[in-house]
């Protein structure tokens, strides 16, 4: 349905009827105005969204990738920035300044109302990945002596303005949080009630410098539709709304995804990033891992000879390290989601551990038994080869479930990143004891 | 703060002070009172659970654990258990009913009214994973006829069953879907107006069989707080609501992570899956994967003699083969994350492809360096070795980076899960690649 729309939209572009575009524009979601905004010819673009009507052209504006964002600053008069700035929500409008070179971030500032250039300025200096960074302070604050009727009317007249109407907060004079009430409650209480009476008193907030990670979390685990937000006096400054609470949580999980591909994070959209921070982004694992690895090098190095008198033993090699780092990664790919979600903590580590050894024992098994048949089979004769194989196998799988299972909850403990102890950690790491193990054994079985 | 509530919370509970147990809960979120009465003892969770008002009683069920309702479902009385599925969710009965044992259900179904009874048995069909396992038939349906006075009572009347209130659909007599008008529109319209000049039609909608994955993608993409779910017919059969939204999205990341560690996705919590279940899920891709990894033994065994005449090549493998696996494992995490934000398309391959090739170059090139710079230190005197494995690392680089990049979107292009042609599958096939790489560069310039 969206894309005949498209089809049907761009033909009346192609064919410059502006008012027909106008028209169907009109109709649709600003998500959807906003994206076929962006993927119109750049000099349609801002003819297009010159077009709308000044209430969407700010909701449309938001929802804007950066590079839009600041083609359209760059090439609108003051008056038209003025118009779109101080329509914007802030928490939308520093998000954009934050991504702006400085001498746009001048302008708009300059452009923007006086009243609305401090609060700007005021949300601009909190800390990056603190809940007051994703905060908004477009809310509905009641007070405990109004009536129902009063704060229908309050709603009424103030909504427009308020990134969400449903969950009023109730403050005191000096501002402080006091309770909060729903427009659901507000609905269905008698319209002559105080607000003291109905308002729930239990509220569950956080503070400015929290971290946006928590906030989220704390959002999703009640469901809340909005989360205050309070300065070091218990003062309302803010709420942090559902919607960006998941959008916190994807860009979380993202990262913690990119760090377990042994990536530093990046702020920007795979296709947005250069190619200069990307392999910046990269080669600081890479090189890391790279040298670590120079201990495998080294064991293997030391146990040349063992090589010369049985050559056979080299084409086992991939398969016996990359096993120990497949069953590795498993146990720590799991383990890391397990804490990322609260599901287990480090103190649970003899749990983990227990379990990752009994599922160690079934997995090392069954590979080490089918490996021993397919060696007995391949190499007639070679018994002891298939032995030395099996029991290192087994061996091996044990070892890297261990440490999969283990490593991620000691970072944890130690508060790092436990997405840091993921496979390519992990496998480099389980390489070399998978070394140590099969050369040891083959040592012992076939005496070389 | 939370935790000092726990604390005078347990206290009370060994005193067997019960009636100031209650009246602490009653001031508390159900998720804290849920969460509260599942660790406690068990003799004592059903007592507590039982002193809790009706109301609360069902809101503080559905946030228990699949365990703990099987308890309460079990030792309860027909009378109790009446009581509290008639008062549940109609989505959450169901969700409950699916994870329980067939005697627990038939139960249920047997105590529940005819009503409930019903729409469970009708919600029970819907198939896994679609966007009607996951909507709830609870929802504000109004009339476009209706005044804006009419439909505000009409919520404050029947608003208390519903999920939420706060997104309201217009329906025509054979509930087929004509429009949406939130609480806010409402609030803010005059009272006589009629629903039909102030609803929006342009309503987005999915049906009862989309993929629940799609239903929450659009909730995120809109920010929607819910999102109606049609029969083939247009008729609104359902809601799916903002936090069911959120859960769907951290259940399918959950997946891709799981299937990115090269297992089988697991549906309980990590301490919760039993070690068989666990082994299962882990010892096919194991057992895949190490059955592939014979190609890079096979590559080795035919190489033997290369190794008897320099043992020492033996000791760069591990170096090669990992960084080969950890480049294309970078390149293949990020593209599948790309793919799973929407953020590239299949289309795209050849934009990845060149951004991966430059990254690779300048990744592959300090590599490297650096490591011919070491050979040359540590091995005085063997240029040529160094130089071998310098070329062998920089192809490794390259190669392990566009196979990370492409076959992800292969695999969507073919409509298989991109998670699948993570780090574990391109290890692998990256490892038999890097060794004929080196091999081959050893025989040239080595003349081995």
Excluded at 169 to 192: F, N, P
Excluded at 225 to 241: C, H, K, M, Q, Y
Aim: with cysteine; proline share 4%; aromatic share 8%.
């Amino acid at each position: 349905m969206m894309n005949e729309k498209n089809v049907l939209l761009t033909t009346l572009l192609e064919n410059r009827e502006y008012l027909n575009v106008r028209k169907e524009l009109l109709e649709m979601n600003e998500v959807d105005v906003a994206n076929f905004i962006e993927e119109a010819p750049a000099e349609e673009a801002a003819v297009v969204f010159r077009m709308l009507p000044k209430d969407l052209a700010a909701d449309v504006f938001t929802e804007f990738n950066t590079d839009m964002k600041h083609h359209l600053v760059v090439t609108m008069t003051d008056q038209e920035l003025y118009s779109i700035i101080n329509d914007l929500a802030v928490d939308d409008a520093v998000d954009m300044l934050e991504e702006m070179p400085a001498t746009v971030v001048e302008r708009v500032l300059k452009t923007a109302d006086p009243n609305m250039r401090n609060t700007i300025n005021q949300f601009m200096q909190y800390k990056k990945d603190s809940a007051a960074s994703v905060m908004t302070p477009e809310f509905i604050g009641l007070k405990e002596d109004m009536t129902v009727r009063e704060a229908i009317d309050y709603i009424r007249e103030n909504g427009q303005d308020s990134e969400t109407i449903y969950t009023c907060y109730v403050m005191d004079a000096k501002r402080v949080l006091e309770g909060v009430v729903t427009v659901k409650t507000l609905l269905v209480s008698e319209l002559d009630k105080k607000i003291s009476e109905i308002m729930s008193k239990n509220v569950i907030f956080v503070t400015t410098d929290e971290d946006q990670e928590e906030a989220a979390k704390i959002i999703s685990k009640y469901d809340f539709l909005a989360l205050p937000v309070v300065d070091s006096e218990n003062r309302l400054v803010g709420i942090i709304t559902y919607d960006d609470a998941m959008d916190v949580m994807t860009e979380e999980t993202t990262e913690d995804i990119e760090r377990m591909g042994a990536m530093v994070p990046s702020e920007t959209p795979y296709l947005k990033t250069p190619v200069i921070k990307l392999a910046k982004n990269r080669i600081v694992w890479l090189m890391v891992l790279m040298i670590t690895d120079m201990i495998s090098g080294g064991i293997l190095a030391s146990w040349q000879e063992a090589f010369t008198a049985m050559p056979i033993l080299i084409s086992f090699i991939p398969m016996l390290t990359d096993t120990g780092g497949n069953a590795g990664g498993q146990a720590s790919t799991l383990i890391i989601r397990s804490l990322a979600m609260g599901e287990i903590r480090p103190k649970d580590w003899y749990r983990v551990w227990w379990k990752e050894a009994r599922v160690a024992v079934i997995c090392g098994f069954f590979l080490a038994v089918f490996d021993v048949a397919r060696i007995w089979i391949m190499y007639p004769g070679q018994y002891l080869v298939g032995i030395t194989i099996g029991i290192a196998l087994f061996c091996t799988v044990v070892m890297a479930k261990s440490v999969g299972g283990i490593l991620p909850l000691i970072a944890a403990k130690l508060k790092l990143d436990p997405a840091v102890m993921a496979s390519p950690v992990i496998t480099t790491i389980v390489d070399a004891g998978s070394l140590l193990i099969y050369l040891n054994t083959a040592a012992f079985l076939l005496r070389i």
